[in-house]
């Protein structure tokens, strides 16, 4: 595009893509004129996107290739273009490439879906369009390029923020079983981290976090910890597990108390705030018994805690100030709360 053009015209986002196109479709506009009348174009619009839609229903795999990734470009920003291939059965078509053996289609496949996925009316048609969730969710673990995967990960990520999704794919059978192994079989550290947040999105919803725990998530998520992987990823999801009886249960025995103490005390300052928080939600739902367990460990986590009254963030403040004050009301006469109480009686 001559610079000229630049300079004079102020471009949306997008729309050099849509003139390129519109010259490859030998629209009989200048490129000159199409900059001058790019609100004007939306038939232009749809005729291209319809075009696209049609070659990667019936066309060569070069043309699949091409038109799949023209897709992945105008939907980036183009609020219009989303809506037009949906309309025209574009989610439907897309969903077969994501089992493309090439790597350039699963990936400008998928990356297509996402930015479709923007849309909440197209979220529901990915979530009606049979087979969807079943080719996204095997991306996820064997996409044929780290950027398939995650951007299938991405897809789930954008697709779960509808509290509804998240129960229907909860209670799907063996999904959580094998999103859990996705996690152990994945090699990348990008790979497994967005394993664990698909996990943390899920576990968002209340009845998915017992779930987890039925299929095993925590001892899986403590296997992070203790190999100093993710720690803080795994803590986050933990937190959200262990407000569930099944969690309380799983993690206030010895060993994996003991775990999320070593954390407190010797982790990152995020790290250390997460598994305050894990100790907190414990205490919070499994109450007494849980709060006698952890309290065992007040000679242990009392100094961090009162270290995280001043140093910590906002949020790091407040879930210590309610950490502290169930082991005091639960040890009052422990000389080491007792001498740490007075911080309770300030704001931070």
């Known amino acids: 595009m001559p ?172 999904t959580l079983s094998e999103l859990l192994q996705i996690l152990k079989e994945v090699h990348t550290h990008r790979g497994k981290k967005d394993v664990i947040k698909v996990i943390y999105h899920l576990a968002l919803h209340e009845p998915n976090k017992a779930r987890l725990v039925m299929v095993g998530a925590i001892p899986v998520l403590f296997s992070f910890i203790l190999q100093r992987r993710l720690v803080e990823d795994a803590l986050s999801v933990l937190a959200l597990l262990g407000s569930c009886p099944e969690g309380v249960t799983a993690m206030t025995r010895v060993g994996e108390l003991t775990t999320i103490v070593e954390v407190l005390r010797g982790g990152s300052t995020r790290a250390k705030e997460n598994a305050t928080s894990v100790l907190l939600a414990l205490c919070e739902t499994g109450r007494d018994s849980a709060v006698e367990k952890v309290s065992r460990h007040n000679h242990a986590i009392v100094a961090t805690l009162c270290s995280l009254l001043i140093t910590g963030s906002d949020r790091g403040k407040r879930k210590a100030k309610s950490l502290m004050r169930f082991l005091v009301a639960n040890d009052s006469s422990s000389s080491s709360i007792d001498s740490s109480s007075s911080f309770l009686d300030n704001e931070y």
């Not at 470009?73 to 090439?102: C, M, W, Y």
């Open 3 to 174: 610079a000229s053009i630049k300079k004079d015209v102020s471009l949306e986002k997008g729309d050099e893509t849509l003139i390129r196109l519109l010259s490859r479709f030998q629209m009989e506009s200048t490129t000159e004129n199409l900059l001058l009348h790019l609100p004007n174009v939306m038939e232009e619009k749809r005729e291209i996107v319809i075009d696209l839609v049609k070659k990667i229903e019936m066309g060569t795999e070069t043309e699949i290739e091409l038109a799949v990734i023209d897709l992945r470009l105008l939907t980036k920003h183009d609020v219009e273009s989303r809506q037009f291939i949906a309309e025209a059965n574009g989610i439907q078509l897309l969903i077969p490439l994501l089992d493309s053996p090439k790597g350039i289609i699963q990936e400008n496949a998928i990356t297509t879906l996402l930015n479709l996925s923007i849309s909440d009316g197209n979220r529901a048609l990915i979530m009606e369009t049979s087979g969807a969730w079943d080719a996204i969710f095997k991306l996820l673990g064997a996409g044929v390029t780290d950027e398939a995967k995650e951007n299938a990960a991405a897809t789930i990520f954008s697709l779960l923020i509808v509290e509804e999704y998240r129960e229907r794919v909860g209670q799907k059978p063996g």
